[in-house]
């Protein structure tokens, strides 16, 4: 019967030594990895797993026996379902084991269990194998929201330009020069956050721009939680045409739904 490992938090410690390893709800199968010679390859996970957030790991060591049926693969490649046996076999024949996974579709019961101990942070991989030295990649998949740095390492990445300021925005605004799109660009701004300043100093897009221009200012407003927001989208430069009318109706719907989710400016 092979010894094999399954890596949690060791908060939950205790709870596995009296109730043994229990079938996750999201997956409905364990994670482990079968004992083998070489150390780093049987808990190469630990680093890859501290990074979802666990600050330290402890290993559960359990025997199966070598007729389980589990399913195993590399983390990327579809998993085959196979016997245990075959598992470790395929493991110790690959010329590169970094990202291999097996899974058993049962939970471990506490008689299964050998022992519980705390293991060290620095061992295994990072993002995918082989990866140090490499540039990280920022997507979603590969670097999860939440997970640990994620957000400094894709601030890092894919650096966000820094938007002006609501002063900044005004000054812009009265320029005698400024196009529609720098318009556009500025308005844009303007919805990064939510407001109770007053809009007022809008108004005068209203009066001398184009339609497409008083759509854009009728769908900023809602970000000014401001009385003066209100009347200026019930004014009759609002319903001048069907479009800024249509505009200026989705405005106030979002008036008091848009917003709660950014931080308030005062």
Same mark, same amino acid.
């Given at each position: 019967?092979?010894?094999?490992?399954?890596?949690?938090?060791?908060?939950?410690?205790?709870?596995?030594?009296?109730?043994?390893?229990?079938?996750?709800?999201?997956?409905?199968?364990?994670?482990?990895?079968?004992?083998?010679?070489?150390?780093?390859?049987?808990?190469?996970?630990?680093?890859? =797993?501290?990074?979802?957030?666990? &600050?330290?790991?402890?290993?559960?060591?359990?025997?199966?026996?070598? *007729? !389980?049926?589990? #399913? %195993?693969?590399?983390?990327?490649?579809?998993?085959?379902?196979?016997?245990?046996?075959?598992?470790?076999?395929?493991?110790?024949?690959?010329?590169?084991?970094?990202?291999?996974?097996?899974?058993?579709?049962?939970?471990?019961?506490?008689?299964?269990?050998?022992?519980?101990?705390?293991?060290?942070?620095?061992?295994?991989?990072?993002?995918?194998?082989?990866?140090?030295?490499?540039?990280?990649?920022?997507?979603?998949?590969?670097?999860?929201?939440?997970?640990?740095?994620?957000?400094?390492?894709?601030?890092?990445?894919?650096?966000?330009?820094?938007?002006?300021? =609501?002063?900044?925005?005004?000054? &812009?605004?009265?320029?005698?020069?400024?196009?529609?799109?720098?318009? *556009? !660009?500025?308005? #844009? %701004?303007?919805?990064?956050?939510?407001?109770?300043?007053?809009?007022?100093?809008?108004?005068?897009?209203?009066?001398?721009?184009?339609?497409?221009?008083?759509?854009?200012?009728?769908?900023?407003?809602?970000?000014?939680?401001?009385?003066?927001?209100?009347?200026?989208?019930?004014?009759?430069?609002?319903?001048?045409?069907?479009?800024?009318?249509?505009?200026?109706?989705?405005?106030?719907?979002?008036?008091?739904?848009?917003?709660?989710?950014?931080?308030?400016?005062?």
């Amino acid at each position: 019967m092979p010894v094999v490992v399954h890596i949690t938090d060791e908060k939950n410690a205790a709870s596995v030594l009296r109730a043994g390893i229990r079938l996750p709800k999201e997956t409905g199968a364990i994670y482990f990895m079968p004992m083998l010679q070489s150390h780093f390859i049987s808990h190469q996970w630990i680093r890859e =797993l501290r990074r979802r957030g666990s &600050r330290v790991l402890a290993g559960v060591y359990f025997r199966l026996p070598s *007729t !389980e049926t589990v #399913w %195993a693969a590399k983390y990327h490649e579809p998993h085959r379902e196979m016997p245990l046996a075959d598992a470790v076999k395929e493991l110790r024949a690959l010329s590169d084991p970094l990202g291999y996974e097996v899974f058993v579709a049962r939970k471990i019961g506490p008689s299964e269990i050998e022992k519980v101990r705390s293991l060290p942070h620095g061992v295994g991989w990072r993002y995918k194998p082989h990866a140090h030295g490499k540039p990280l990649c920022g997507c979603p998949v590969c670097l999860p929201r939440g997970s640990a740095r994620s957000k400094a390492i894709r601030e890092r990445l894919e650096p966000q330009p820094k938007l002006p300021s =609501l002063p900044e925005v005004k000054a &812009r605004l009265a320029e005698a020069a400024l196009d529609e799109d720098d318009v *556009t !660009e500025l308005l #844009w %701004a303007l919805r990064r956050k939510h407001r109770r300043t007053d809009p007022a100093f809008l108004a005068g897009l209203l009066a001398t721009g184009s339609v497409s221009m008083q759509e854009d200012v009728a769908l900023t407003l809602p970000f000014f939680r401001h009385p003066e927001s209100v009347r200026m989208l019930r004014s009759p430069a609002m319903s001048g045409t069907s479009e800024v009318a249509a505009a200026a109706a989705e405005g106030l719907s979002l008036i008091d739904r848009v917003g709660e989710e950014r931080d308030v400016e005062t």
